[in-house]
């Protein structure tokens, strides 16, 4: 099982983006399940959302304590809470920001998970260009798609459309597209 | 169909198809996507001949619910914690006047202190109202319950509740198959009412009856669930047989083949205790499971067989009265009553107001109880630090205020002023 946990804030699509995942693996043919953190939502607020990924059955009801994938939709949040909490130690870490890990202040973190593990994407700046507002959600689950190969990107995109429709949903296909291709370039950079 | 779906949605949809008539509910979180939903459906009509009544409160939704099933209409209304307490008087009238009304509970603790989140407390709180009460593990049960609420409902004309955990499984998003139309046509005919308010040929309906016959009013209406009692797993045998899936009944077993501890729970819990049941089985302890799927009625022979054979059980208890313990723990204390070699009946209280029930503590509690059993409830990861601060600081000065804000305090940074 793939357990996937979202950080980031009250308006910034964090429950959509678990959604759309759990639909992209569905798709697929996998199970899976996704959730918030049902707290009081405001915008702004720090929001939690998780999705879980198997090949059989999911019955696991509880939060996501261990997480194989964390993606981080805003880099303010390291300063508020404790973001890493059970992250696993062949897990992967994905940060929506355009500073590099080190310049987070993460470098010690990153350098706990396998090489590779790790990726820094600007998906706000990716969402503002295609979309025109910096939501980062659908962006940062293409470079995840790209990062550790569990969803195909065209899932991703089918995921998408099912979520949005038109143009909104052609603007964000085209971000996740654009940090897929990021990440995967990179991937084979290193 | 086959969709990864919310929760919410998809029991919305399992309503649609069962040609509800009336709508009726006011909107209350966790519950509030289903009648959304529906409300939606109704305006686009993809559900036909329903009539989506608003209203101003839970007390009117009830309300206008039992005029409308007593007129004969296939009557469909949902609700959440302190909207089901505020339905209350409705809520018995409806089964005292015999109206199989269908309500989804999105069950929520129930304040004060306020609370939106999820336990089983308003659920129990109406438990003795006669209405049939049946729990949901997943999001395909919720929609398979539902299908198979309007038939229950309607063959002893008596109300049913199906609980579905608010948020755990109303907010999930998870894979699910909604039947078709035609599939549950074939399920669920028609309503033919036994009573119907009528001006043409008029009765009435909830008159008075006084000690004459009242208690022979309320033996009929236990009749009522006991017919039930029988009726339930025929329904869900035959629901098997056109879905080829095994939802509702009165409870399932898990491992218990053999098993020394037996654990009994109701609701989406039971998916998580599976997981711990098979990990810890792994390790060669002796451990199995009955999810309890209809409350009301309480299914007590069948709960003795499950049960018999094992050496304790555990019943883990998602509300509980206080003063006295977990409602569902004192109904299988009941069902076990006067049996030769009954199990040892423990207590866990877990998941009040949204707490998680993690497998990590439900895997610590079950060891517990074989090396350490104990006697009345064992709250589960209770905070015994600022319980333990908390009892000290009421006993040292009368003016020690509000228990809930002082816990808030204890559980931040912030200090009590003490």
């Known amino acids: 099982m793939l357990q996937i946990r979202i950080h980031g804030r009250g308006g910034q699509g964090v429950v959509t983006a678990a959604e759309m995942l759990s639909v992209a693996a569905f798709l697929e043919g996998k199970h899976a399940q996704a959730f918030p953190s049902f707290g009081s939502e405001r915008t702004g607020a720090p929001v939690v959302s998780f999705c879980r990924i198997d090949d059989k059955e999911i019955r696991l009801r509880e939060p996501i304590m261990e997480p194989d994938v964390l993606i981080i939709q805003d880099p303010t949040l390291f300063k508020v809470i404790d973001v890493f909490q059970g992250i696993k130690r062949d897990g992967y870490l994905l940060v929506n920001s355009n500073k590099t890990l080190a310049e987070l202040g993460l470098a010690q973190v990153a350098a706990k998970l396998p090489t590779g593990h790790t990726r820094v994407v600007a998906a706000s700046e990716i969402a503002l260009k295609h979309i025109g507002r910096p939501l980062p959600n659908a962006v940062l689950l293409g470079a995840f798609a790209a990062l550790s190969g569990a969803v195909r990107l065209v899932s991703v995109a089918a995921a998408i459309r099912e979520a949005f429709s038109g143009k909104i949903a052609e603007a964000n296909v085209a971000a996740a597209t654009e940090a897929f291709e990021a990440v995967s370039a990179a991937s084979v950079a290193a | 169909m086959l969709k990864q779906v919310e929760g919410s949605i998809s029991t919305a949809e399992a309503i649609g198809l069962c040609r509800p008539e009336v709508i009726c509910a006011y909107p209350i979180t966790p519950q509030t996507h289903i009648v959304e939903g529906l409300g939606r459906m109704v305006r686009t009509g993809e559900v036909k001949n329903c009539e989506f009544i608003n209203v101003e409160s839970e007390f009117g939704a009830l309300s206008a619910c039992i005029g409308s099933s007593a007129a004969g ?263 076990l009553r006067n049996v030769d070699r009954a199990p040892q009946a423990l207590s866990v209280i877990a998941g009040l107001g949204g707490r998680p029930v993690s497998r990590a503590s439900l895997r610590g509690i079950f060891r517990k109880a074989k090396t350490e059993p104990w006697e009345g409830m064992h709250f589960l990861d209770l905070n015994q630090k600022i319980v333990a601060t908390e009892v000290e600081h009421m006993s040292s000065k009368r003016r020690s205020g509000p228990i809930a804000e002082n816990l808030l305090r204890r559980v931040s940074v912030a200090p009590v002023a003490e």
Not at chain 2, 110 to 120: K, L, R, T, V, Y
Not at chain 2, 262 to 277: E, F, L, R
Request: glycine share 8%; hydrophobic share 45%; aromatic share 8%.
């Open chain 2, 73 to 335: 209409a296939r009557t469909y209304t949902a609700t959440s914690s302190q909207g089901l307490l505020f339905m209350a008087e409705a809520v018995y009238n409806a089964s005292g006047m015999g109206l199989p009304i269908v309500m989804t509970l999105g069950t929520r603790a129930i304040g004060a202190p306020i609370n939106i989140w999820n336990d089983h407390s308003d659920a129990m709180s109406m438990r003795d109202a006669g209405w049939l009460q049946m729990f949901a593990e997943t999001n395909q049960e919720s929609v398979d319950l539902h299908i198979q609420a309007f038939r229950l409902a309607e063959a002893v004309s008596m109300p049913i509740m199906v609980c579905v955990d608010g948020f755990i499984l109303t907010h999930a998003v998870e894979r699910v198959d909604v039947p078709t139309q035609a599939e549950v046509d074939a399920f669920l005919p028609p309503y033919d009412p036994v009573q119907v308010v009528d001006p043409k040929e008029p009765i009435s309906i909830g008159a008075m009856v006084g000690p004459d016959a009242f208690t022979e009013v309320k033996y009929l209406q236990n009749y009522k669930l006991d017919l039930a009692l029988k009726l339930i797993p025929e329904l869900a045998r035959e629901f098997k047989k056109k879905f080829d899936r095994d939802s509702g009944g009165l409870l399932r077993t898990y491992r218990t083949e053999d098993a020394d501890m037996v654990v009994v729970a109701m609701g989406s819990v039971n998916g998580t205790i599976k997981d711990v049941i098979d990990e810890m089985r792994a390790d060669g302890f002796s451990i199995g499971l009955v999810t309890l799927v209809s409350y009301r009625p309480f299914p007590a022979e069948e709960l003795r067989k499950a049960l018999s054979g094992c050496k304790q059980t555990v019943v883990v208890d998602r509300s509980f009265a206080i003063g006295m313990g977990g409602q569902l723990a004192a109904d299988v204390d009941h069902a």
